[in-house]
């Protein structure tokens, strides 16, 4: 469909036929009178003709100059073509997963789909890999924490590279303690700026707190300001003493502060099952709108304007360069 942007540009159609109705000017000149008419031809050697000539335009000028100034007019009118209109939907929600990468990530006591034992980390990542990529309508970023926390990917939504640098993770890469209240503060500072009102924060440990410089308490009351929903999911026995003892009590209040819900995995199966309850917590958003393809088309009345004079003016040169060379040819025949 095409439409003028500017339809109020088409007045300037009517300035030719208010100019025809205003009266012409005229100015006046005094004449020279000469009594000896003859005399004065011989002396200035000049041959009068029979009768006075008026230049008149031509039809293909008056044409021309019509062309052009219509073809001026719809470019003013600034002509649009407004292809089908299609709706755009975009992210409705930004996610970022903390992974715990301490030492004690490396016990092998999670069974994959054939009952072998496999290594904390390994099932975490895979599962989480296969999370990831169900959540089409998110922007995802990754960060990495043992003795201190690291951004490892920025939020996007490019799931290959996710898969390639969760892929790239393992076990005393941040050292080998779990600084979860980090954790949460670089999380926290990479949502800074975030337009997006639903920010989630999938927090995945073994452990207890161990080196955090910051509280993690006292980060999760901040992320709670800050509108951040934080899933603490605890990998491995939760009934487990010692120094590979969990403080589920704490994990809980990170959740409760923050409006979130503290889950347990003890295998792959539990892992599945939890990210099927957040995925029922958290359902996938769309922020849409309609989006109308415009394509402006002002140039191509202009372009047939300047092709038009264009070919008019070499076509009155050529017929001008013929009649020149007509001429002389005549003029020897006439000799």
Same mark, same amino acid.
């Given at each position: 469909?095409?439409?003028?942007?500017?339809?109020?540009?088409?007045?300037?159609?009517l300035?030719?036929?208010?100019?025809?109705?205003?009266?012409s000017h005229?100015?006046?000149?005094?004449?020279?009178k000469?009594s000896?008419?003859?005399?004065?031809?011989?002396?200035?050697?000049?041959?009068?003709?029979?009768?006075?000539?008026?230049?008149?335009?031509?039809?293909?000028?008056?044409?021309l100059?019509?062309?052009?100034?219509v073809?001026?007019?719809?470019?003013?009118?600034?002509?649009?073509y407004?292809?089908?209109?299609?709706?755009?939907?975009?992210?409705g929600?930004?996610?970022?997963?903390?992974?715990?990468?301490?030492?004690?990530m490396?016990? /092998?006591?999670?069974?994959?789909?054939?009952?072998?034992?496999?290594?904390?980390?390994?099932?975490?990542?895979?599962?989480?890999?296969?999370?990831?990529?169900?959540?089409?309508?998110?922007?995802?970023?990754?960060?990495?924490?043992?003795?201190?926390?690291?951004?490892q990917?920025?939020?996007?939504?490019?799931?290959?590279?996710?898969?390639?640098l969760l892929?790239?993770?393992?076990?005393?890469?941040?050292g080998?303690?779990?600084?979860?209240?980090?954790?949460?503060g670089?999380?926290?500072?990479?949502?800074?700026?975030?337009?997006?009102?639903h920010?989630?924060l999938?927090?995945?440990?073994?452990?207890?707190?161990? /080196?955090?410089?910051? /509280?993690?308490?006292?980060?999760?009351?901040?992320?709670?300001?800050?509108?951040?929903?934080?899933?603490?999911?605890?990998?491995?026995?939760?009934?487990?003493?010692?120094?590979?003892?969990?403080?589920?009590?704490?994990?809980?209040?990170?959740a409760?502060?923050?409006?979130?819900?503290?889950f347990?995995?003890?295998?792959?199966?539990?892992?599945?099952?939890?990210?099927?309850?957040?995925?029922?917590?958290?359902?996938?958003?769309?922020?849409?709108?309609?989006?109308?393809?415009k394509?402006?088309?002002?140039?191509?009345?202009?372009?047939v304007?300047?092709?038009v004079?264009?070919?008019?003016l070499?076509?009155?040169?050529?017929?001008?360069?013929l009649?020149?060379?007509?001429?002389?040819?005549?003029?020897?025949i006439?000799?």
């Amino acid at each position: 469909m095409i439409r003028f942007d500017h339809p109020w540009m088409l007045l300037l159609l009517l300035l030719p036929v208010l100019m025809v109705f205003l009266p012409s000017h005229k100015t006046q000149v005094q004449a020279i009178k000469y009594s000896r008419f003859k005399k004065l031809l011989e002396l200035s050697g000049q041959h009068p003709s029979s009768a006075a000539v008026i230049l008149r335009r031509r039809v293909w000028q008056k044409t021309l100059a019509v062309l052009s100034y219509v073809s001026l007019v719809i470019a003013a009118c600034y002509p649009v073509y407004y292809g089908q209109p299609f709706t755009v939907e975009q992210s409705g929600r930004q996610m970022i997963a903390a992974v715990d990468l301490s030492g004690s990530m490396e016990a /092998s006591d999670f069974e994959d789909d054939l009952g072998r034992n496999q290594r904390r980390v390994d099932v975490v990542k895979t599962i989480l890999d296969d999370f990831l990529k169900t959540r089409q309508s998110d922007r995802i970023a990754l960060v990495a924490f043992g003795d201190d926390a690291y951004l490892q990917a920025p939020f996007t939504s490019d799931y290959s590279l996710l898969s390639t640098l969760l892929n790239e993770m393992d076990v005393r890469m941040a050292g080998s303690g779990t600084a979860l209240g980090d954790a949460i503060g670089v999380a926290v500072n990479h949502f800074e700026g975030s337009k997006v009102e639903h920010k989630v924060l999938l927090l995945l440990t073994d452990g207890r707190d161990t /080196s955090s410089r910051f /509280s993690p308490l006292d980060a999760a009351r901040h992320a709670g300001e800050k509108h951040i929903t934080i899933y603490p999911i605890a990998i491995g026995n939760p009934e487990n003493v010692g120094e590979e003892a969990m403080d589920m009590e704490m994990l809980a209040e990170l959740a409760e502060l923050t409006g979130g819900q503290v889950f347990s995995a003890m295998n792959a199966d539990d892992m599945r099952r939890v990210y099927d309850e957040i995925d029922r917590l958290e359902p996938e958003l769309f922020s849409s709108h309609v989006v109308t393809p415009k394509t402006p088309l002002y140039f191509y009345p202009i372009i047939v304007c300047l092709t038009v004079v264009m070919l008019s003016l070499l076509l009155v040169m050529l017929v001008q360069w013929l009649r020149r060379r007509v001429r002389p040819s005549l003029e020897v025949i006439d000799e």
